[in-house]
């Protein structure tokens, strides 16, 4: 028995002083700006600390102990009513990482140098200020530029496109921050400055170190530039989550990725919302959409849905696709919760990355395989409600929809020729209704189908004898969001009228119109 004990203490002994410590620290007021704890500043109660898996509450004075252990990152999850500092490409600074022996140093990219040893107190300080629970984020989808060139596209025409308002709070990427050359994600950051906005990154698959051996070692350089690749924070009444939803390598054949998530990231998730009210709004902000079942692992997705299921009001974001989609899930795919879960798989700002003509400064016209133009969104919120608005890039905020119709029919003719309304935002269930001259208001019947619109850009592309500056564009596919009615000619000859409304889920009305000729 003695020599039992012996080497079970010699075993405990020779492991690594930093394979498992208790951290402890602070999160308080940072009155003075400094980033240090001094006595005078108050602890903030009740704020939630994580390591990435275990969530605690700091203690009346702002103190906290939780374990941690080589490769942890350490994070306060910020409360309403106060906001973390941000460094000088407005990356807010709520983490800490705690990496003795630093990422490996053979991959390709760098990640995060050799840390000290564990302080005696890791603090996280936070400014108070009065956080209105009315606001706006702007959310972009995949800036996912391979060169400099295209990282010149995405600031002329997506960063400089963005209009502030004293509303808007802070961004979100929602992933693919560059194209699998990570040294851009440091010229990202630089371009991103001119927003002026604290701004939360997504990890995506092209933000990856495809040299990690194992999936928890694949995000190094993205926690080096932009910190944890798993987080939550607080604004007014909602409550954001953002998860790295890519497994890397592969879980099934140690090739490529797949969607889903580690067993610590469910933990996490499933601490973090043990300390979130049920009346709070939930935001899941994560890259790859949920809805394709070869490229989702189930199994995670149905932990998801039943970690979030008592939730009434949920929203989750996601990318990747380089389209825009509208996603329900109801109990044919496990959820069950009140009501359907949306989850909304934004457009890109690279758009059909960066393809397309170029118009007069340069720039490519970057439509969706969709058809939904290039643009990124801005998700409002109120209380615990939320709606979406998508801006598309260097075009008024009321463009929503692309009508195609014929130019000219022959009067009282016979046409094939039909009207096909793209609304970007629309879904199966939106109501899109048109009129032609002072006619009636008729309801159009959705479709999916490839967008007409697009589909005529490329026989441009193929069937022209020059060639066009930019490249092709990526051939079509159908289009989740698309209506299509009559076209009348038995009207007066001459110009008429198609006006277009439709009311998205969020109740708001939109409209277009498009002109055509009757010709006798």
Known sequence: MKKKLFFLTLLLSSLPLFSQQLATGFVFEDTNGNGHKERREPGIAGAAVSNGTDVVLTRDDGSYRIPVKSGNTL????????????????????????????????????????????????????YRYDEP????????????????????????????????????????????????????????????????????NVMGNHDMNYDAPSDDLSDETFEKNFGSANYAFNYGDAHFIVLDNILYPDP???????????????????????????????????????KGEAGYRLSDRQRLFDLLKDYDNVLVMSAHTHLQDQIEYTSTEGWMGKKPLHEYNVGTTSGDWYSGKKDARGLPDATMRDGTPQGYAFLKIKGNQYSVDYKVAG???GYQMNIYAPKVVPYKGRTSSRIVVNFFMGSRNDLVEYRIGKGEWQKMHYIEAADPSYTAML???DLTDRLLPGRRPSNAVNSTHLWQGSIKTDLPPGEQMIEVRATDRFGKQHHGEKRYRIVE
Not at 87 to 112: A, C, L, M, R, W
Not at 144 to 152: A, F, I, N, V
């Open 133 to 200: 629970d009315d606001f706006t984020a702007i959310v972009f989808g995949d800036p996912q530029p391979y060169t400099m060139e295209d990282l010149d596209h995405f600031t002329r025409k997506i960063v400089e496109d963005v209009t502030k308002s004293d509303h808007t709070l802070f961004g979100i990427s929602l992933g693919d921050i560059v194209g699998d050359n990570l040294d851009l994600q440091t010229v990202y950051k630089e371009r991103m400055r001119q927003l002026q906005l604290p701004w939360y």
């Open 395 to 397: 075009r008024d905020s």
């Open 252 to 290: 099934r054949d140690g090739k490529g990725y797949w969607g889903g998530y580690r067993l610590d990231q469910l933990l996490f998730l499933e601490n973090d919302l043990k300390h979130v009210p049920k009346e709070k709004l939930i935001v899941l902000s994560q890259h790859i959409d949920m």
């Open 75 to 126: 994070f306060v999850i910020k409360p309403a009513g106060y906001k973390p500092a941000v460094n000088e490409d407005f990356i807010p600074q709520f983490y800490y990482h705690y990496k003795p022996e630093g990422s490996p140093d053979h991959y390709t990219y760098k990640g995060v140098a050799p840390t000290d040893e564990l302080p005696r107190s890791v603090d996280f300080g936070l």
């Open 459 to 461: 026989f441009e592309w």
